[in-house]
Nanobody, 127 residues
Framework: QVQLVESGGGLVQAGGSLRLSCAASGRAFSIYTMGWFRQAPGKERDFVAAITWNLGFTYYSDSVKGRFTISRDNARNTVVLQMNSLKPEDTAVYYC????????????????????WGQGTQVTVSS
């Protein structure tokens, strides 16, 4: 079992930046991929970004590509989501996720691929 703890959410004006961090503990050695999903009020939980743990391949949703950057620090078992040029539509609860098995590029965008989830951190972007 992997435990995930997010930090770094908050309130920012449109065009601003925020940095989310997620620390993994427990069976962190079993992680294949880590990433982020988000859920806005009344909407489904959507894929944001993912990074493979060994080779560092990155994947992004079209809505954040070019604005968000995901990175990882293997030594610290931490993944970071740098969010720039934020828009009001980025407002959501952001969840850190981890997968303990390899998955296809398409599967990485689905919630079922991930077996560990953080509690979530609120990101609010004002217009």
């Amino acid at each position: 079992q992997v435990q995930l703890v997010e930090s770094g959410g908050g309130l920012v004006q449109a065009g601003g930046s925020l940095r989310l961090s997620c620390a993994a503990s427990g069976r962190a050695f079993s992680i294949y991929t880590m990433g982020w999903f988000r859920q806005a009020p009344g909407k489904e939980r959507d894929f944001v970004a993912a990074i493979t743990w060994n080779l560092g391949f990155t994947y992004y949703s079209d809505s954040v590509k070019g604005r968000f950057t995901i990175s990882r620090d293997n030594a610290r078992n931490t993944v970071v989501l740098q969010m720039n040029s934020l828009k009001p539509e980025d407002t959501a609860v952001y969840y850190c996720v981890a997968a303990s098995r390899p998955a296809s590029r398409v599967a990485l965008t689905t919630t079922l691929t991930y077996d560990s989830w953080g509690q979530g951190t609120q990101v609010t972007v004002s217009s």
